[in-house]
């Protein structure tokens, strides 16, 4: 006869129905249930446990070779515009004066006169800026202005960005944001680039390079490593060594353009003496034409003579494949006022009908001392007709640059003293 089993059922207050069964029963089952319940959440646990080992281990390998992340708050606009200007001024130095000093050797004769076109130069400069600007960013992550304003470009995931993208970015930021560096344009072209900033946090290069300048919160906030760079660089290479690195080139790259450089020396020195003067020679200022020296037709007398000082200079050229350095030659544009008087002009009638009465003014360049250095001679011619007037004698010398320094006074006499 089968064994009964007695259920009793009851119902909680507001819950569910309940059901019991014989103690015996439950007490016989429950242990099994249990010992098998907890070996397999035994085993649960220790797979589990050995998962979040596991998992633990990768965590802290991944961070032991991944760089801490850089806070992601974005450069202000105001930040990013005096980075700019920064870099314009150190940048565009140092790049200026090296493709001037090329452009000078490469095209010769052509860049003297490019040279003094100020629109030329400002273009060159910004070019300058745009070739330093890549490797800059890519091996640094930041350009001298970044350093000084604490920035930094990353790429959008917060990596360093590579060499592609840092020539990407420094081209479109020369062509977008500067228009090339053509003169005032370039202020346009700043307002509208930082204007976009200012409403999206990022300009039209950084989103087509995928990049951020992201502001680093305090000075001890630094780009990561260069995975490529030596070890020993890293240490060296410190904001502060940075800098002075970039100071010391544009001081060197200075000195060259302003004094070692013969191909630049003529655009930046003027050797004209400013107290040079003209005036008359006394041994010989006066002159007579026609009867004797008692009783002369014409007399004339250089009362005046005024002087400047012009440099001329010669660009570099190549002759039977020599390379000739540019130079620079003055010259003195001399002009004597000449005071004639007619006392016989039936005589000076007859002798100016078929040619005009005329002598020649010989200008020299004298030294302090009183040695001539240069002389050139000037026409001087009297027109018939009148009792007296006043007439002009013009010349111009060609000084070297050597001599230029020497000449006090540039005087006016007659090559004779009676025609």
Known sequence: ?????????????????????????????????????AQKRKRSGLAIADQHHAGAEKV????????????PALASANRRIVARWVDALILGFVGGIALVFLWTI???????????????????A??????????CTKLWGRT??????????????????????????ALLVWAQGLWVGIPLLFLIASAVAMRRVVRTGRASWDEATRTNVVRLRSATDSPAPVRHMPGDLR??????NYLLLLATLAVIGAAYYFLASPLTTSHTTNLCPATLRGEPSLSESGLQWGGNTSSPKVTASIVRVAVECIPVNTPATTENNVKVPASTSYQLAATATIDYKVLDPQWLERST?????QANVVFEAVSASGVVLASQEGQFKVVGGRSS????????LTITEPIIERVATLRARWAYGHY
């Open 235 to 240: 240490t060296l290479l410190t904001d502060r």
């Open 1 to 37: 006869m089968p064994r009964r089993t007695t259920w009793r059922g009851s119902l909680r207050r507001g819950g569910t129905p309940t059901t019991s069964v014989d103690a015996a029963r439950r007490t016989a089952c429950r242990p099994q249930t249990s010992s098998t319940s």
């Open 353 to 357: 009908a078929y040619t005009d009465l």
């Open 60 to 71: 802290v390998s991944a961070a032991s070779v991944t760089p801490e992340p850089l806070n």
């Open 106 to 124: 490469v095209v010769g004769p052509i860049a003297s006169e490019l040279a003094d076109n100020q629109v030329f130069n400002t273009m060159l």
């Open 144 to 169: 001298p202005g970044k350093v000084l304003l604490r920035l930094r470009v990353v790429s959008a995931d917060g990596s360093p960005i590579s060499w592609s993208r840092a020539w990407e970015r």
């Open 389 to 396: 007037s006043t007439g002009h004698s013009s010349s111009t």
């Open 126 to 135: 910004f070019f300058g800026m745009m070739l330093l600007d890549a490797p």
